[in-house]
């Protein structure tokens, strides 16, 4: 597998083969290329300037002005701290009525690591996206409005979650955006993510000395040890497309004294937000068991759950359209199939599209790696980003200017949720 993975040493000029044939209006297409061909210098400086900032989730002020600085320069409405400290949206509007683009950046980055996860690429390519509709709509004359949404910690944060029910969506007709990862080279994966669940578990005992009179103690770090090593277990019984992992901690904890608090952080993840609520259902009675064996009261606490990416098959047939006939492959097999994303929880509410395209990265370099932070800085993983903007952008394009495409989308997503179980 690893002889696939695209590698910083590999040749960028060679490109798999094309498709022959046509795309939806290449007349809308040569400007979002011409457009973003334009402006690449000024789109990398503003992603590498972001990469040498980091900055953790809702804590993103470097990243709001910067961005907000950027796009009020290239003729957006801008409004600034909307509806979260740190988040922004920035929107154009041609002519009367017509259909909303909705495009998402992302701007936090990972404790210690910085743009592991290559942020810095996902807001620069909301960014190339809007951009480039913009300069199509401006000289085509093409009415409809383009909504940029800067949304801060997806890093564990819910941030889109959080905006979603503030309202900062409503008026989208779709949503994209794109991830940064692993995979073949110049390949565009259009696979799902995996559903996530986050649960804080809390056991309370009764301290005691730990030499004098153990007999009189419920010890807590007894109960979270048996929590951890059930789940160990358990792992053999879960399907190899499920995670369960998580850690334990203390306060004022020493040898001598029998801990009567322990607090526990736990994710569960399965391919769909139905397998994973079976999966936390036998995780939590791990929890209960611990619990009744040392004695211990369990608190359990879904924290927050999200779902796995639906991606929308005709803007996704779309994409693939554009990409195989103009710019490189489409992969179902790499992406972020295995990550989680609170995007998945907005294309569970509205019509999305949310690929990952591969950029070049070293052996056991991929996502939340330093190896990443690296390679998310790099020119060819910058060329990478510009590629799938141009593509999203002659997608969002299509939504504004071609009615029956865009009923097409929405009566997919309808379908999509009959399937959902």
Known sequence: M???????????????????????????????????????????????????????????KYAHDAYTTFMEKHGFIVTKNYLLETAWVATYTHGQGGRVLGVNSEMDALPGIGHACGHNLIGMSGVAVALAAKS???????????????????????????????GAYAEMD???????????????????????????VEYHGHT?????????????LDAAVLAYNNISLLRQQIKPTHRVHGIFRGKNWAPNIIPDHAIMQWLVRAPTTSEMEDT???????FEAAALASGCKVQITVTATLNEITQNKALGDELADVVLKRYGAIDYDWGIKSASTDFGNISYLMPGLHPGFSIPTIPDGGNHTTGFTEAARSEVSHDACLVVSKALAAVGMRVLTDEAFLQKVKDTFEEDKKLRV
């Not at 695209?6 to 290449?26: K, T």
């Not at 779709?174 to 986050?198: D, E, F, K, Q, W």
């Not at 005691?208 to 807590?220: D, I, R, T, V």
């Open 208 to 220: 005691a000395h730990a030499g004098l009179s153990p007999w009189k103690a419920q010890n807590a």
């Open 136 to 166: 199509a709509m401006e000289r085509l004359n093409i009415d409809g409005k383009v909504v940029l949404l800067g949304t801060p910690a997806e890093e564990g944060g819910f941030g889109k979650v959080m905006l979603y029910e503030k």
């Open 2 to 60: 690893s002889d696939i993975v695209w590698r910083p040493e590999d040749d960028p000029n060679i490109r798999p083969p094309l498709q022959e044939g046509p795309v939806y209006r290449p007349d809308i297409l040569n400007i979002i290329e011409t457009t973003l061909d334009g402006l690449s210098g000024e789109l990398r400086a503003l992603s590498l300037d972001i990469h040498d900032h980091p900055e953790l989730k809702f804590e993103e």
């Open 174 to 200: 779709v949503c994209l955006m794109c991830h940064p990862t692993p995979g073949p080279r110049h390949s565009i994966s259009l696979t799902s993510s995996l559903a996530l669940s986050y649960i804080t």
């Open 280 to 286: 936390r259902r036998r995780v939590t009675a791990c």
